[in-house]
């Protein structure tokens, strides 16, 4: 069945430092892969995608992410991270032979220390 | 305002009641999707429309849920007989349609909060 892991339920970081927010996939297919961030109380808003072609991928924010097959991981990363970075990231994975529907991990809350 | 709204965006209901969300989505996106997002939880897919045609409902909804979308431009959610169960953050999410074998990206509306007493 396909599933999205992501290991951390909660990060602290520094502000300023680098940030890793990992993500683990199980879909038989090509992937066509997501990062979203969410505000309290808010919908969702989509920081990077990959569907092909460079495995490193550039989003807003400062935001990019990694695809790795071998690993069925899309991990995302900031090298420095802003106060405003605090919020719950989740990352997604969209089934194309079922309409595109997004199956999403748990989501990490990430906090960040002044 | 382009981007998906939604409405109301909290209700607050008593058990056994019936309440009914509603979605308009981007006005070029043929894709209009429900999810439910408990707390602590990342979203559930719920059921999705192309156009005005419900093409998939997930196990997730019980007979209780309903929705539509008349007329492929807006959709409503409507939960009958509500339940505490019931209680979370309802999204609405629409996107282009894709050609054959692909996807777009979905985008999000600012969600209607639940609360069923």
């Known amino acids: 069945a396909q599933s999205v892991t992501q290991p951390d339920i909660h990060i602290t970081v520094s502000e300023g430092a680098s940030l890793e927010l990992r993500c683990n996939y199980s879909y038989g297919a090509t992937p066509y892969l997501f990062w979203y961030v969410q505000s309290p109380g808010q919908g969702l808003q989509l920081l990077l995608k990959y569907f092909s072609g460079d495995t490193l991928v550039q989003g807003i924010k400062g935001f990019e992410a990694e695809f790795k097959r071998s690993q069925s991981s899309f991990n995302l990363r900031k090298p420095s991270v802003h106060w405003s970075d605090a919020a719950e990231y989740f990352c997604?994975?969209?089934?194309?032979?079922?309409?595109?529907?997004?199956?999403f991990g748990q989501g990490t809350e990430l906090s960040v220390k002044p | 305002d382009t981007g998906v709204s939604q409405n109301p965006r909290h209700k607050i209901t008593k058990r056994g009641q019936n309440v009914t969300f509603r979605c308009d989505p981007i006005s070029e996106h043929n894709r209009l999707y429900w999810y439910r997002q408990t707390l602590g939880q990342g979203p559930e897919f719920l059921t999705y429309?192309?156009?005005?045609?419900?093409?998939?409902k997930s196990r997730l909804l019980s007979d209780r849920f309903s929705a539509e979308r008349p007329k492929g431009s807006f959709s409503t959610l409507e939960i009958q007989r509500t339940e505490q169960g019931d209680s979370a953050m309802y999204l609405c999410a629409s996107s282009q349609n894709p050609t054959t074998g692909r996807v777009n990206e979905q985008f999000f509306g600012p969600g209607t909060r639940l609360t069923v007493l």
């Open positions: 429309f192309q156009n005005e045609a419900q093409l998939e």
């Open positions: 997604a994975v969209a089934l194309y032979n079922q309409g595109g529907k997004l199956i």
